[in-house]
């Protein structure tokens, strides 16, 4: 790519990150999702850093101002009330004066907020910032542990499958066997309004995310009994390594910034994930798979979930494995990285998780294969990233044959993975 065509990516992804800026937080797209959302927030962070640090951090301190006194980070903020969106706070009433969803999203703080500080140009506002949020955190992953591994198990399970971000994943189909729909009430979805329904989950499944919902609802949204009367209990292999890789993360920056105990507590929180980890790994598929805690038994499902693991300090030779996966995932399909493998007879190209391409997944890929000394195949999922922009603009999500634009349009973590992509290299 020349000069001037990344400089004007570099100012489009920008200009997209400043249409959804709400001053002290983003929100992913308008329309769609008019909230802040939780990991989207982390990820943009990360490209907000190169246009202005302190709106990077503002981001990240936005999103821990409304944690829950158990620890907690929930998935969805609503600052300000939008009827475009449902479910929206009248059907989760989780009680809270800044209403917000009950359930949580893949812990990429962690990971966010290291990497905000080791490459901050204004180090004595990293060093505030990174301690302040560093409590947080910490009080996050220990939350995470105490109420989603009651069995101490070392891994913890989602109770519902948006709290995984992939919400329509193939991995849910066997699971969701054990959800009912009955007694849900009429509801208008709209979702569909603002993007195609052959892009998006279907009924059935939505009828299954309320269900969850009101079930949680009923329980006063209480943690303690959240995980245990869920019907839906799945150990994510990719949610699971995205938590490892934070507490690693953080565990380094709390050293760094001389804060010993929450430096030791995240270090034996991902060591004994890591171990754990490495039993969801199948033979069979040449990757790691989902548990489902209910039945008792693996989820022979070959998504991206299984892929994602390499973002975290796994074995040299499962991330080979990984990176292989993905070499013959990319000879049925031009864009990488599917979100399902396109062989298997559920891959669907463009529907949301069951087979497009998402940047953030691309990203967080490429970096756990650069870290694994896997240099070729992460910069191929780079340079075919950049290329999906070129042809299809800044959207949700890409359909990995064609590369036609899915969901919703100027999408803010997508700009943001731009902004990385194009400036990484240039970090210090
Ligand atoms: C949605 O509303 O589709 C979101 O993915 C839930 O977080």
């Known amino acids: 790519m020349t000069e001037i065509t990344k400089d004007t990516l570099f100012q489009t992804a920008v200009d997209v990150l400043h249409l959804n800026d709400r001053g002290t937080y983003t929100v992913p797209t308008s329309g769609l999702y008019p909230f802040q959302w939780n990991w989207d927030s982390c990820l943009v962070a990360l490209g907000q850093r190169h246009v202005d640090e302190a709106r990077a951090w503002k981001e990240l301190e936005t999103l821990f101002a409304h944690q829950w006194d158990d620890g907690m980070v929930p998935h969805i903020v609503f600052h300000e009330m939008d009827d475009g969106y ?23 703080a962690g990971f966010a907020v290291n990497r905000l500080y080791e490459h901050a140009k204004d180090k004595t506002l990293a060093i505030e910032k990174a301690q302040a949020l560093l409590h947080g955190i910490d009080r996050w992953h220990s939350w995470f542990y105490h109420y989603r591994d009651p069995k101490n198990t070392g891994l913890v399970a989602l109770i519902h499958p948006w709290e995984a971000g992939r919400d329509n994943s193939v991995d849910w189909d066997d699971p969701f066997d054990s959800v009912p729909t009955d007694g849900i009430g009429a509801y208008q979805r709209r979702d569909t309004q603002h993007a195609s329904a052959e892009h998006r989950p279907t009924s059935e499944q939505y009828d299954r995310y309320l269900w969850l919902v009101q079930r949680f609802r009923s329980l006063g949204w209480d943690n303690q009994q959240l995980h245990d009367a869920s019907p839906f209990q799945v150990v994510d292999p990719g949610f699971n390594a995205l938590l490892i890789r934070s507490c690693a993360d953080i565990s380094a920056l709390a050293e760094t910034l001389g804060e010993q105990e929450i430096a030791a507590r995240n270090k034996a929180f991902a060591n004994k994930a890591l171990n754990a980890l490495d039993g969801l790994w199948s033979d069979r598929l040449n990757q790691y798979v989902c548990f489902d805690r209910v039945k008792g038994s693996t ?20 991330a080979d494995a990984i990176a292989a996966r993905i070499n013959e995932w990319g000879e049925r399909c031009q864009y990488l990285v599917p979100s399902h493998d396109p ?13 497009p391409s998402w940047l953030i997944v691309n990203y967080l890929i490429a970096d756990g294969l650069r870290n694994a000394g896997i240099h070729d195949v992460a910069a191929n999922i780079e340079k075919q990233s950049l290329k999906l922009i070129q042809k299809s603009g800044f959207a949700e999500y890409y359909d990995p044959i064609s590369g036609e634009p899915c ?4 999408f803010t973590w997508t700009a943001a993975m731009v902004l990385e992509f194009l400036r990484t290299s240039d970090d210090a």
């Not at 449902?86 to 990429?108: C, L, N």
């Not at 979930?305 to 390499?310: D, E, K, M, S, T």
């Not at 007879?345 to 069951?354: Q, V």
């Not at 969901?407 to 100027?410: C, L």
Request: glycine share 14%; aromatic share 8%.
């Open 407 to 410: 969901g919703g349009k100027t």
């Open 299 to 318: 989820i022979e499902s070959p998504s991206v979930g299984g892929l994602i693991p390499v973002v975290a300090p796994i074995p040299k030779e499962r």
């Open 343 to 355: 062989a298997d007879a559920s891959f669907d190209s463009k529907r949301y998780w069951r087979g």
């Open 86 to 108: 449902f479910p929206g706070p009248d059907v989760w009433k989780t009680g809270r004066s800044t209403p917000t969803t009950g359930i949580t999203q893949p812990a990429v």
